[in-house]
């Protein structure tokens, strides 16, 4: 019987913490822009407060994700990725600080 | 003349020239010439890029100059990996020696220079150059490209000079 009632607290737990967490995780979402040869793809994004957005770089040159407010400055080696989480509202214009006519901007939805 | 022979007299003409003239059809290198090319391209402009980090005072001639040396680097490497692969030897060329003396003339040049006067002449000439590079790439070195790989390193090449071309630009600009 104790086992019976350890499984049932667990079943418990689980049931509270999907109810608190799943919604969290199901909103939140990863939004993947390419960094190839010299450029973002795709340079202008939506995303919603929570998101987070991933450069992966294709490129054999190292690049970087910067804010243009200096918000965030994602460094992005060859080959490797790099991410940000957005936590407020508005547009946000990024650039890359090593090849600085490389543009791209966020535009981030409550 | 060959366009090679022409590509070298354009580039010691470098200032002045704007278009290279080059005939693609008469350019012949082959792909251990075009190997030793690029290579030495690519060298020349990382041994400019290391004068401008020594003698510039500009952080955005500092910056320019720190990403030329990052991006041949990283070219270099592909291209050595590449060539070391294909077993392909880097040959020797009237073009290659061209470019090292001129680039030998411009780092004497610059060598004398200072403060802004370094920095507008680095600059321009890095536009200059960039686009000099560019405009072989594009007309003569591409195309002639046998192998495959060779030439899919070449293409990336230029879309990474090109970025670098509009960079210097853009330098060029902030310090007018």
């Given amino acids: 019987m104790t086992g019976g009632r350890g499984r049932r607290r667990a079943c418990v737990v689980l ?41 992966v770089n294709k490129d054999f040159v190292a690049h970087t994700a910067t804010a243009t407010d200096k918000g965030f400055d994602v460094k992005l080696p060859a080959g490797k990725t790099g991410s940000v989480t957005v936590t407020k509202a508005g547009t946000i214009p990024y650039f890359c600080r090593f090849h600085p006519m490389m543009k791209g901007a966020i535009e ?3 | 003349m060959n366009a090679l022979n022409r590509l070298g007299i354009a580039l010691a003409g470098l200032m002045l020239t704007t278009t290279l003239g080059l005939a693609a059809e008469n350019a012949k290198p082959t792909d251990p010439q075009i190997a030793h090319i690029a290579y030495t391209a690519d060298n020349i402009d ?12 500009n952080k955005a001639v500092q910056d320019f100059a720190k990403d030329m040396i990052r991006d041949h680097e990283a070219v270099n490497k ?15 060329n009237a073009t290659s020696q061209a470019l090292v003396k001129q680039a030998d003339a411009t780092q004497a040049h610059l060598a004398t220079l200072k403060g802004a006067a370094f920095d507008k002449a680095y600059v321009d000439n890095e536009v200059a150059y960039h686009h000099a590079v560019n405009t072989a790439l594009e007309t003569t070195l591409i195309p002639a490209a046998q192998n495959a790989e060779l030439k899919e390193l070449l293409s990336t090449g230029l879309q990474i000079f090109k970025g670098h071309e509009d960079h210097a630009r853009m330098v060029a600009g902030e310090l007018k």
């Fill in chain 2, 78 to 92: 592909q291209a050595l990996a590449l060539v070391a692969k294909l077993k392909v030897k880097p040959e020797d």
């Fill in chain 1, 108 to 110: 981030v939805k409550e």
């Fill in chain 1, 15 to 55: 049931a509270l913490a999907g109810v608190f967490l799943l919604p969290d995780l199901a909103a939140a979402e990863t939004i993947t822009v390419q960094v190839t040869k010299l450029a973002f793809v795709p340079a202008a994004i939506t995303a919603k407060v929570g998101d987070t957005v991933e450069w």
């Fill in chain 2, 46 to 57: 990382i041994k400019a890029a290391e004068l401008a980090v020594k003698t510039s005072k």
